[in-house]
């Protein structure tokens, strides 16, 4: 125990003085603070990138039932994702161009949740890509494997918001008593949630 006490004393700690002016001392700093990481910043790492030339609207949606089941639809401007919450509510990420995001975030309530359906709608494959699907496989589509169409958006749900989309990569994700994960570390398109899926290997780490 003595031991102990004295490998995590002195030097082996680090000293943070908070907004509110505490000071805090750990044997391990993460940084999980986003893209804009402060922690990064004050860590002196570097980071490069580019913009992808597209936003990200954002916003919590009820739907006419509840559901387990996660939706992407692509569209030319860029994917809509529908990604269950609980119960009846999803939230919806829609990356699109910055022109359109601005347009969204400025219709009512009523027009975005029309817009929103009217993206996630599948087409109609009727004797097209099932068809030729069906006729490829041995043991045919089944009821299980064939497309359904998502729930249906019946309101929005509070605020919605829009960000622009930037890939960064930090230079170094660790430091002496430091480390950075998830989007501090690396930020990608939002797509399929590969971001998502990252940061949560990060800390698995």
């Not at 030339?53 to 916003?59: E, G």
């Not at 041995?138 to 998502?150: F, I, M, R, Y």
């Not at 890939?167 to 590969?194: E, F, K, N, Q, V």
Request: charged share 20%.
């Amino acid at each position: 125990e003595e031991e102990e006490k004295e490998e995590i004393s002195g030097s082996n700690l680090l000293s943070l003085v908070l907004d509110d002016g505490r000071k805090v001392k750990t044997r391990l700093l993460v940084g999980a603070d986003g893209g804009r990481s402060v922690v990064r910043q004050l860590a002196n790492i570097p980071s490069y990138g580019w913009d992808y030339t597209q936003s990200a609207i954002v916003c919590n949606v009820l739907t006419d039932g509840p559901h387990d089941t996660a939706w992407q639809r692509f569209l030319p401007t860029g994917p809509i994702a529908l990604l269950p919450l609980f119960d009846s509510y999803s939230s919806i990420v829609w990356s699109t161009t910055p022109e359109h995001a601005k347009d969204l975030l400025s219709v009512s309530k009523e027009d975005l949740a029309h817009r929103l359906n009217a993206a996630l709608a599948p087409p109609d494959l009727s004797g097209g890509l099932s068809s030729v699907l069906g006729q490829m496989l041995p043991w045919g589509l089944s009821e299980s494997t064939k497309a359904h169409p998502p729930p249906r958006i019946v309101d929005v749900v509070g605020d919605r918001g829009a960000f622009p989309l930037r890939m960064a990569h930090a230079m170094g994700y660790t430091r002496p008593r430091l480390a950075l994960i998830g989007d501090a570390a690396h930020s990608i398109h939002p797509m399929a949630g590969h971001g998502m899926n990252l940061g949560l290997y990060d800390a698995r780490a």
